[in-house]
């Protein structure tokens, strides 16, 4: 059984929400960030019930997806992890 009821769930969803809508906008994709933002709303205006908290969590997920920002420059991946780092190694030319 859950120990924690989705009133006690859904401020804290709806936050980081609200922090992932505000890196979409700053990295310029407002038509997302708008989207995502009006069904948060409307999950978190209704019942605080499971139905609300499984929105909420599928919309932090969509929300978590990386930017196209992110994307062209290979950051992020879709499971929430960094990305790996290459390593490039450069030598000095022959003089």
Do not use: F, N
């Amino acid at each position: 059984m859950d120990a924690h009821t989705p009133a006690e769930e859904l401020p804290s969803l709806y936050r980081a929400i609200l922090d992932r809508i505000a890196a979409l906008e700053a990295a310029g994709q407002r038509a997302d960030a708008i989207r995502i933002r009006r069904d948060a709303t409307r999950a978190y205006s209704r019942a605080w019930d499971e139905r609300a908290r499984r929105e909420l969590t599928s919309l932090l997920r969509r929300a978590s997806a990386p930017t196209a920002a992110e994307r062209l420059l290979k950051r992020g991946r879709r499971d929430g992890r960094p990305a790996r780092r290459t390593r490039t190694v450069v030598t000095a030319p022959d003089a």
